[in-house]
Nanobody
Framework: QVQLVESGGGLVQAGGSLRLSCAAS????????MGWFRQAPGKEREFVAA????????RYADSVKGRFTISRDNAKNTVYLQMNSLKPEDTAVYYC????????????????WGQGTQVTVSS
């Protein structure tokens, strides 16, 4: 079992940057591939990025590729999402979750989830 807590969200102007953190407790985060998803009001939870157990492989949604970077520090049991060149369409609650492969992009393939952190990008 693993418990996840997201942090780092907030209000930012378009073009700005935020760094989200996902801190894990219980089972070590190195046991899992990790992913970031986001959910805007009225929409399904949407894949953003994923990273393998060791951090050697990553995958990104087309909408964020080149702007967002997922990384992990297994010694700190923490996964990060660096978000640059933010756009209003990035506004959502961002969640991290565990999976058994970084190649998974569907929310149903992720097990434990955090409570999410709100990211709001203004024009």
């Amino acid at each position: 079992q693993v418990q996840l807590v997201e942090s780092g969200g907030g209000l930012v102007q378009a073009g700005g940057s935020l760094r989200l953190s996902c801190a894990a407790s219980g089972r070590t985060v190195s046991s899992y591939a990790m992913g970031w998803f986001r959910q805007a009001p009225g929409k399904e939870r949407e894949f953003v990025a994923a990273i393998s157990r060791s951090g050697g492989s990553t995958r990104y949604a087309d909408s964020v590729k080149g702007r967002f970077t997922i990384s992990r520090d297994n010694a700190k049991n923490t996964v990060y999402l660096q978000m640059n060149s933010l756009k209003p369409e990035d506004t959502a609650v961002y969640y991290c979750g565990t999976s058994f492969s970084y190649s998974f992009t569907m929310a149903q393939n992720f097990g434990s989830w955090g409570q999410g952190t709100q990211v709001t990008v203004s024009s």
